[in-house]
């Protein structure tokens, strides 16, 4: 079965609008993160959302956390032509041993048009 | 600010050769983790070492080792080459439990 597996696979809005991506999860988690990745390139952190949080803001991005649900949305507000990534979330699981290993889902590839 | 570093960036090799990636944390940082992305997909954990030792495992196969170093570089080793090796492979680094900065890829193609 698959962690963090994310909706809508694509979305494509005009710059200015908002964006709202969804990830729902299996299994417990100690935080939850979301990740951009422009196309063949590495992925750059965006946010984490502890699993005792139910919100989180950072510029123009708003995470928030269900752990109810297992979900999680992020909402990218006044969206600009340089968002145009995938963005992807991933579920973290601590292994004890000064590590953590993170679960992807699959990404929501935006496409931001000028 | 420094960020990890992989290299090479990219790699063709033949079915059934070897591969050797390296991965340079960013400095401080005691914990290295592999991931590897095919065509399309989502990254999959592979391997982390924290303070030199192996920490956790994930879906790596019997035919990749990987390894940290005393100055805290990483290399992961691939044997046996398939096609399905191909993939971008990411190193990330991060503090003991902290966030995990991934460098840039190193992408394998296997012909």
């Known amino acids: 079965s698959q962690q963090g597996e994310e909706d809508p696979q694509a979305l494509s809005i005009q710059e200015g609008e908002n964006a709202t991506m969804n990830c729902s999860y299996k299994t417990s988690i100690n935080n939850l993160q979301w990740y951009r990745q422009n196309s063949g390139r590495g992925l750059v952190h965006l946010i984490l959302i502890r699993s005792n949080e139910r919100e989180k803001h950072s510029g123009r991005l708003r995470v928030t956390l269900d752990t109810s649900k297992k979900s999680s949305s992020l909402l990218i507000t006044a969206s600009r032509a340089a968002d145009t990534a995938s963005y992807f979330c991933a579920t973290a699981s601590y292994s004890g041993a000064g590590s953590y290993q993170l679960t992807f889902g699959k990404g929501t590839k935006l496409s931001v048009i000028p | ?111």
């Open chain 2, 1 to 111: 600010a420094a960020g990890v570093i992989q290299s090479p960036r990219h790699l063709i090799k033949e079915k059934r050769e070897t591969a050797t990636l390296k991965c340079y944390p960013i400095p401080r940082h005691d914990t290295v983790y592999w991931y590897q992305q095919g065509p399309g997909q989502d990254p999959q954990f592979l391997i982390s070492f924290y303070e030199k030792m192996q920490s956790d495992k994930g879906s790596i196969p019997d035919r990749f080792s990987a390894q940290q170093f005393s100055d805290y570089h990483s290399e992961l080793n691939m044997s046996s080459l398939e096609l399905g090796d191909s993939a971008l492979y990411f190193c990330a680094s991060s503090l003991k439990g902290g966030t995990q900065y991934f460098g840039p890829g190193t992408r394998l193609t296997v012909l």
